[in-house]
């Protein structure tokens, strides 16, 4: 990897997208639990299935009400949305680079993981590991690259590799105004038109469950669009100017979805077949949208990365 580029962006890398990240996910070396493992799977299979389309059966729950369609991104519309939150205390740390590769991460590795971090065959710990791990190593799509990022340094090593290693680049996250914990399902109003944010090229990064931070990373050549949601919850209280049922959303709606399962459980909640609409989603508040910066992001306050 360009060295130049590490060695100037380290600081500047953990810096900046811990402004984003730090009140979900702990800094350091140690070794976390994993929480709420076999829930947080099951949220994750579904977040993943829509992207790559490699879902064969769901049941629907509560962690599926983020997808909508294109028509629905229009001021004054009410949508049911589910928005996870992460409880910081209990959530795994990232490890830096050098350690973070100094330990597999492969599903043939799957027992020595096991006794490494300790826990026990057929442990819910164990199963979210071993999902994480299949998931990570599944064939992308048709148009699709993938990558599990084990360290900060190498989710920006492939973020810029998909979208230019001399562009500028920005990332956007989901914001859950005043409390980033929050669980829960209730109807959301967009409270303004809806902002879509210049984006020729995306890499969407999404949390996986594991003992240390791993995120999953993908780029995709179909089209793409990203916009940025002022949403207002039902429950909120209105004598609260600052409330956390209101959230700042990061949406991507994928324009092409013919390449997609047809058991994919977006279609299922949405009632459509692949390629007959787009299909649009909410991301959590602890995954990322990167985007390249463009000239009328300069003047807004995003969280940029530029490149030397």
Not at 99 to 110: D, R, T, Y
Request: proline share 5%; hydrophobic share 35%.
């Amino acid at each position: 990897m360009h060295q130049k580029f590490m060695n100037c962006w380290s600081l500047a890398i953990y810096l900046l997208v811990l402004t984003i990240l730090g009140d979900r996910f702990g800094i350091g070396i140690g070794i976390a639990m994993l929480h709420n493992e076999h829930t947080q799977t099951h949220t994750h299979t579904h977040t993943h299935d829509h992207m790559q389309g490699h879902s064969s059966s769901h049941h629907m729950d509560q962690s599926t009400l983020v997808f909508f369609t294109l028509n629905d991104l229009k001021q004054g519309k009410v949508l049911p949305v589910y928005f996870r939150g992460n409880n910081p205390s209990n959530s795994p740390q990232f490890l830096p680079r050098e350690e973070a590769e100094s330990i597999p991460f492969s599903l043939s590795k799957l027992d020595f993981l096991l006794q490494y971090f300790g826990f026990s065959q057929g442990s819910s710990q164990a199963k979210a590991m071993e999902n994480t791990l299949r998931e990570c190593e599944v064939k992308p799509i048709k148009g699709e690259t993938k990558f599990c990022a084990t360290s900060l340094e190498s989710m920006l090593d492939f973020v810029h590799e998909m979208i230019g290693v001399k562009t500028q680049v920005q990332v956007l996250n989901t914001k859950n105004l005043e409390n980033s914990t929050i669980n829960i399902l209730q109807n959301y109003t967009i409270v303004d038109e809806p902002r879509e944010v210049p984006a020729p090229k995306m890499v969407a990064c999404h949390t996986m469950p594991y003992p240390f931070v791993i995120y999953y990373c993908h780029y995709q050549k179909s089209e793409s669009k990203v916009f940025q949601v002022s949403l207002q919850g039902e429950n909120r209280n209105k004598n609260n100017k600052n409330n956390k049922n209101d959230v700042e959303g990061v949406a991507v709606c994928h324009m092409d979805t013919s390449q997609w399962s047809e058991s994919h459980v977006s279609f299922q909640v949405l009632g459509i077949k692949p390629g007959s609409s787009p299909v649009c989603h909410f991301f959590p508040a602890d995954n990322l949208v990167w985007v390249p910066l463009s000239k009328i992001d300069l003047g807004v306050e995003n969280q940029l990365f530029t490149t030397i």
